[in-house]
């Protein structure tokens, strides 16, 4: 048999089978993580490198492991988080993985970690040891590795991620992108995802309570965001989405029960 011969015909989505591969982009306190963490199918992994996942203690079926940025240990990245990598992907084979749903928070110090990494391959520094021009290229193809690597897994997978503000070189003046090494890593990674959401918060003038909101569909300066489970041409609800955690279905329930409809 060829591999062309081995073409299906493509399945109809439903709750059981979509998996969600989402990245959220927002500024820190931006509720990325709790919403996230909250909403997912439980039970949830949350792999928490930026020290932010208290939010989520006590929340019942989300279990937090801590990777955090050591500067004076460049090899935590390997022994770490590419480390536990491997064992999920062995749980997986082994069919006895325990979760449902992976969290990876945040981005910012993965990249950070991941460049601790590649300092180790060339002894050749800039100043004040920062990174030189050969440090670049390696770390990059790393981190989109292990991204890649992430969401093969059969779980639902969400990466969280600030963004930066970045010069716009064809159309002028400037745009959104995910912080991240690399122009090309910024650009390309939003398109490894079917979900991507602009998250953000701001406070009731009456009450003074905060409220959180994805946005899940591009606009302006955020163009790269999309839904995959809000296709076709926004046809299961209208951006934005509120995150009200006192309110259910919230977060990725709401968006699941939008698109197939409440569990019975």
């Not at 949350?46 to 050591?70: Q, W």
Request: charged content about 25%.
């Amino acid at each position: 048999m060829t591999i062309l011969e081995t073409a299906k015909p493509a399945e109809g989505a439903n709750r059981e089978s979509y998996l969600i591969k989402a990245l959220l982009v927002g500024k820190p306190g931006a509720g990325k993580t709790t919403s996230a963490g909250r909403t997912l199918p439980k039970d949830v992994l949350v792999i928490d490198y930026d020290n932010r996942a208290e939010s989520l203690a006590g929340v019942p079926g989300v279990h937090v492991i801590k990777i955090l940025p050591d500067a004076k240990s460049s090899m935590t990245w390997k022994e770490k988080a590419e480390t536990l990598t491997e064992e999920l992907w062995t749980a997986v084979r082994k069919k006895n993985l325990p979760y449902r749903s992976i969290l990876e928070s945040g981005l910012t110090s993965m990249n950070r970690m991941s460049m601790y990494w590649a300092l180790l391959l060339d002894p050749k520094r800039g100043l004040g040891g920062s990174p030189a021009k050969q440090h670049y290229g390696p770390q990059m193809k790393n981190l989109q590795d292990h991204i890649l690597s992430m969401l093969a897994l059969p779980v639902n997978y969400v990466l969280e991620a600030h963004y930066e503000i970045v010069e716009d070189e064809e159309e002028g003046g400037t745009i959104f992108l995910p912080k991240l090494y690399g122009k090309g890593s910024r650009t390309e990674l939003p398109g490894l995802f079917n979900e991507c959401y602009h998250c953000y918060h701001s406070s009731d003038e009456k009450t003074g309570r905060e409220k959180y909101f994805w946005h899940t569909s591009g606009f302006g300066r955020f163009d790269f965001m999309k839904s995959s489970l809000n296709n076709p041409l926004g046809k299961y609800w209208t951006d934005p989405i509120e995150i009200d955690l006192n309110v259910e279905p919230i977060g990725f329930q709401k968006l699941l029960e939008l698109r197939f409809g409440k569990i019975v």
